[in-house]
T-cell receptor, first 117, second 118 residues
């Protein structure tokens, strides 16, 4: 089945550690890629997105992601995490469905990040 | 600019009842999508509305329905509630229909309605 996979369910890091969250998708063809974040008690917010061009995308709060087409991956990175980055991170893929041209955003199951001060 | 608002924020219902959730998109946004979020299944797409028409539908039974009004506000209805319908229901809005621009439009999410079915 076509899907979006986030391999780590829960990641625990100390402040200042580097972060990399994996995201793989199984769709062929053109895709649009997103990372969303959900801070405790808050709604989903867009971190960054990739449509085309430079495969290294920079987002808010020092996050970046790299699209590697050959690996069907869109991993999220941050060089040095802070306690305030504690949240749940969702990778999402928007792709065309069927001849009707409809698009549908499909999410991974999410990765919980806990940053220890 | 105000964000996406959803009402009510919390709801408790019993099996067999029906429920209606409301979503007001960001001003000027015309596309509204609904998602169900559960611990087991994560975020799953329910449907998208644009110009008062359902444009796309996910894999949910017919008990889940929705509509959109001329001011782009949207409602979602779940009839004959089951225990498994307990979830956080999220609404997201975007400027244009999701298929415009090749699906590149960003969706902005509301805080959700937490539905508990007893």
């Amino acid at each position: 089945a076509q899907s979006v996979s986030q391999h780590n369910h829960h990641v625990i890091l100390s402040e200042a550690a580097s972060l990399e969250l994996g995201c793989n998708y199984s769709y062929g063809g053109t895709v649009n890629l997103f990372w969303y974040v959900q801070y405790p008690g808050q709604h989903l917010q867009l971190l960054l997105k990739y449509f085309s061009g430079d495969p290294l995308v920079k987002g808010i709060k020092g996050f970046e992601a790299e699209f590697i087409k050959s690996k069907f991956s869109f991993n999220l990175r941050k060089p040095s995490v802070q306690w305030s980055d504690t949240a749940e991170y969702f990778c999402a893929v928007n792709r065309r469905y069927s001849g009707a041209g409809s698009y549908q955003l499909t999410f991974g199951k999410g990765t919980k990040l806990s940053v220890i001060p | 600019k105000a964000g996406v608002t959803q009402t009510p924020r919390y709801l408790i219902k019993t099996r067999g009842q029906q429920v209606t959730l409301s979503c007001s998109p960001i001003s000027g946004h015309r596309s509204v999508s609904w998602y169900q979020q559960t611990p087991g299944q994560g975020l799953q797409f329910l449907f998208e509305y644009f110009s008062e028409t359902q444009r796309n539908k996910g894999n949910f039974p017919g008990r889940f329905s929705g509509r959109q009004f001329s001011n782009s506000r949207s409602e979602m209805n779940v009839s004959t509630l089951e225990l498994g319908d307990s979830a956080l229901y999220l609404c997201a809005s975007s400027l244009a229909e999701l298929r415009r621009g090749g699906g590149t439009d960003t969706q902005y999410f509301g805080p959700g309605t937490r539905l508990t079915v007893l």
